[in-house]
């Protein structure tokens, strides 16, 4: 079985501030990971994932994450918030194997501040 | 646009009543997954088809049922209509079986049983 956990519901930057929006997981196989954003009223975009290979991935909008195995980790962070960065992110798992499906988090709320 | 079309976008039906959502995938990709978005479950994991075939059921509840057809669109449909089936219900797509590539969303058809 896998499950996902971000912590924190609602996080608040200041513009220019750094973003950090945290994920575990649980996964009895090596995980593939991904980040979703999803602005109102629209449906989820891959912001990045991690499948084999470099830890640190890079994704779209200046995002980048890094796997940690040790940690069962997958925290998103961008250096510098925008308001435009304002949205609602989910971290969601699969396991390689028989269940495909992606997992999703409860996902986290983005407010950023002028 | 994410390639992906969802149909309707706005459904408001009563208590009781049967439904049909409609997909069309992003061309070239054989899967269909469906998933349910509420304020208290968060996004709930349906049904995937590969190719026309079942292959995975997540929360999917009796009353609900779906197909993909062979020109691969998909439809989701609803009957026995409750007051909790009110959520935004999304179809994703993906190349192959969705784990290695992530998933593509559409915009969601927002259900409200009144």
């Known amino acids: 079985a896998q499950s996902v956990t971000q912590l924190g519901s609602h996080v608040s930057v200041s513009e220019g501030a750094l973003v950090l929006l945290r994920c575990n997981y649980s996964?009895?196989?090596?995980?593939?990971l991904f980040w979703y954003v999803q602005y109102p009223n629209q449906g989820l975009q891959l912001l990045l994932k991690?499948?084999?290979?470099?830890?640190l991935v890079k994704g779209i909008n200046g995002f980048e994450a890094e796997f940690k195995k040790s940690e069962t980790s997958f925290h998103l962070t961008k250096p510098s918030a925008h308001m435009s960065d304002a949205a609602e992110y989910f971290c969601?798992?699969?396991?390689?194997?028989?269940?495909?499906?992606?997992?999703f988090g409860s996902g986290t709320q983005l407010t950023v501040l002028p | 646009d994410s390639g992906v079309t969802q149909t309707p976008k706005h459904l408001i039906t009563a208590t009781g009543q049967r439904v049909t959502l409609r997909c069309s995938p992003r061309?070239?990709?054989?899967?269909v997954y469906w998933y349910q978005q509420s304020l208290d479950q968060g996004l709930q994991f349906l049904i995937h088809?590969?190719?026309?075939?079942?292959?995975a059921k997540g929360n999917i509840l009796e009353r609900f049922s779906a197909q993909q057809f062979p020109d691969l669109h998909s439809e989701l449909n609803l009957s026995s209509l409750e007051l909790g089936d009110s959520a935004l219900y999304f179809c994703?797509?993906?190349?192959?079986?969705?784990?290695?590539?992530?998933?593509?969303f559409g915009s969601g058809t927002r259900l409200t049983v009144v």
């Open positions: 994703a797509s993906s190349v192959g079986q969705g784990d290695y590539y992530g998933y593509t």
């Open positions: 996964s009895s196989v090596p995980p593939y």
């Open positions: 991690y499948t084999t290979g470099a830890t």
């Open positions: 969601a798992v699969s396991s390689s194997g028989s269940a495909r499906q992606l997992t």
């Open positions: 061309s070239g990709d054989l899967s």
């Open positions: 088809y590969y190719n026309g075939e079942e292959r």
